[in-house]
DNA sequence: AAGACGTGGAG
DNA sequence: TCTCCAAGTCT
């Protein structure tokens, strides 16, 4: 056996003995129900465990199995994906649902090959399902992931580029453990969560610390080099509330752009506002004002209601009483400000 | 391939 | 209050 693979074969059992000991405890991971780590998979994408934990409950309890959720409307997956953000994740999971019923007998592909033809399941994805629960040995890289491994191997090429990521995969794979991958890769995710922070790495408690190229310079913070800054642009948004009667007028989104899918009030452009401003149809005196980041972008929200019984001209307005709002799905900001400020 | 797509917690 | 960003994918 040569050093250099005594050394890969050290790291592997170092990885799988931490995160036997200081794995965090996590209930998808008392599964191995590719369904149940499927929704667990698409749930956590670029979410918190503590924002997606309940989400996760909430749809296992609704929908214990692909079948189940197959029979779902569209509609009713968003009314349960309602907060979470990236929509385009819940209508993927009713497609997906709907693919693997239909072309793969309710059984989840074994590959990450066939995973990623999938709605909704990328690289990552496909690789954490397919290591998890079929054994594939194959590196699950996420952010987590990119920032450990960018540090452990230097990595001084910014991770934006294709060929970086190509190159953490290759040198990412002998440290996978052909036993157990999908603990290789919980605790390289694991690590990263806990250990190798972006800021302030936590190096003495971390198993590849001897290993790690970037700590034995002292450099480990410069890692993972990025290319670009956010810039944040700012947008407005004016909406009117209209009641009649006892009901509620709203519309409901395209399926793609922001909140595809999901229930607003009425949208109105800018001129239509200070339009409605001028005939008196909103009350200039209560205006709800919301601030709302998104990732790109700074969202100033305006709200109020519409004064008189003459409505916008709008085929797409559908009216609602306060029973039936319980079964739609509302994008973060609009509950918060039809909530908090008691409209309903 | 660069930009769009949410949200709430941390510092 | 403000900035950053977390278990990414799609177009």
New binding site residues.
């Given amino acids: 056996m040569s050093d250099s693979t005594i050394m890969i074969n050290k790291i592997q059992t170092d990885l799988i003995k931490w995160f036997d000991n200081h794995g ?1 405890s ?1 209930p ?2 008392r599964t191995k129900d590719p369904y149940a780590i499927w929704l ?13 934990l309940k989400y996760w409950e909430n749809f296992l309890r609704e929908f214990p199995d692909v079948k189940s959720l197959s029979m779902a409307k569209e509609s009713e997956i968003l009314a349960l994906w ?8 819940a209508r ?1 999971i009713y497609k997906a649902a709907h693919i693997l019923v239909s072309k793969y007998e309710s059984q989840f592909p074994k590959t990450s090959s066939e995973l ?1 033809k ?9 690789a ?1 399902i397919s290591s998890i629960c079929f054994g594939e040995v194959t590196p699950a890289l ?3 992931a990119f ?1 450990v491994y960018s540090r452990l191997f230097a990595m001084s090429s910014p991770i ?3 060929s970086t990521i190509k190159d953490i995969w290759t040198l990412a794979l002998p440290l996978i453990s052909n036993k157990s991958p999908g603990d290789s890769n ?1 605790a390289i ?2 690590i ?2 806990t250990i190798c ?3 302030n790495p936590n190096c003495p408690e971390c198993p590849l610390e001897e290993n790690c190229i970037s700590r034995r310079s002292g450099i480990q913070h410069e890692f993972p080099v ?5 810039k ?2 700012e947008i407005e948004k004016f909406y009117v509330l209209l009641k009649r009667g006892e009901k509620y007028g709203l519309i409901r989104r395209p399926k ?5 899918g ?1 229930w607003t009030p009425l949208e109105l452009i800018p001129e239509d506002w200070e339009l409605a401003k001028t005939n008196k149809n909103i009350d200039e005196s209560n205006i709800k004002y919301l ?8 969202m100033n929200l305006y709200f109020t209601y519409w004064i008189g019984d003459t409505f916008p001209e709008n085929k797409e307005i559908q009216w609602f009483s306060e029973q039936d709002l319980k079964r739609l799905a ?7 400000i039809l909530s908090e400020k008691s409209y309903f």
């Fill in positions: 965090r996590l998808w991971r667990s998979e698409i749930i956590l994408q670029q979410t918190r465990i503590d924002q997606g309602s907060g979470l953000g990236y929509y385009s994740r993927n990623l999938i709605p909704g399941i990328g690289p990552y994805t496909a954490a996420d952010g987590n920032r934006e580029k294709r919980q995710m694991d990263g969560s922070k972006p800021k990025k290319l670009k800054s956010i944040i642009k793609s752009g922001i909140w595809g999901l601030k709302h980041l998104l990732s790109h972008r700074k509302f994008p973060a900001p609009i509950i918060k």
